[in-house]
Structure formats: C-alpha cells, structure tokens
C-alpha cells in the first residue's frame, strides 16, 4: 500500500494550508490521518478520522486544523488555518486498522516569518 502526500511548504505565522494524502487502496475500515514530527520530537498525532466520519485531534490545533476523507477517492486531506511557528514539522499521512498500519513519506510543513 502506498501513501502518495502532498500541499506542504512554507508558509507565515497565521496563513493557511492544505495537505492531502491519497492511498492506493481502499480505505474503506480504516482509520486515517495525520501525524507530525519535529527535531528533538517524537511523533506526534494530529488528526485522525475513522470510517464513521469520528475525528480526533491533538489538542495543541483544536479549532485551527479540520480533517476529511473521501471514499470515492480514498484520501484524506488536512486543513490548517491559523498556522504557528509550533506547527513546523514533517507530516506523515497514516492508515490504519486493527491488523495493518501504514505511513507515507512525510511532507514538511515549516511556519516562520
């Protein structure tokens, strides 16, 4: 399975972006998302969205970032307002269920002014 991501850059503190993960199977039963790392930093979760449409964040982008997934086009895309300095990190799109756990490449996210 492949996780082919994209939409990171730089950007200054306060503006907007989108990241999208494509996965090249169904992810119909899987849960999927984003993760993040920075130097010096574990991993970190950021948003996951299960089947059902359930999300979850990291309570550091409550309010700032939205999830979604498209079935039909089985991905899943991350919106980020209000973007911080805290925010820069690589991101790395996740599919998941109970018996397989894949990642994708990361795509780096750098918020600075």
């Known amino acids: 399975v492949q996780l082919q991501a994209s939409g990171g850059g730089l950007v200054q503190p306060g503006e907007s972006l989108k990241l999208s993960c494509t996965a090249s199977?169904?992810?119909?039963?899987?849960?999927m998302g984003w993760y993040r790392q920075s130097p010096m930093k574990q991993r970190e979760l950021v948003a996951i969205t299960s089947g059902t449409g359930r999300a979850n964040f990291a309570d550091s982008v409550m309010g700032r970032f939205t999830i979604s997934r498209d079935h039909a086009k089985n991905s899943v895309s991350l919106q980020m307002n209000s973007l911080k300095p805290e925010d820069t990190a690589v991101y790395y799109c996740n599919l998941r269920n109970v018996f397989k756990n894949y990642w994708g490449q990361g795509t780096e996210v750098t918020v600075s002014s």
């Open positions: 199977r169904s992810i119909a039963g899987f849960e």
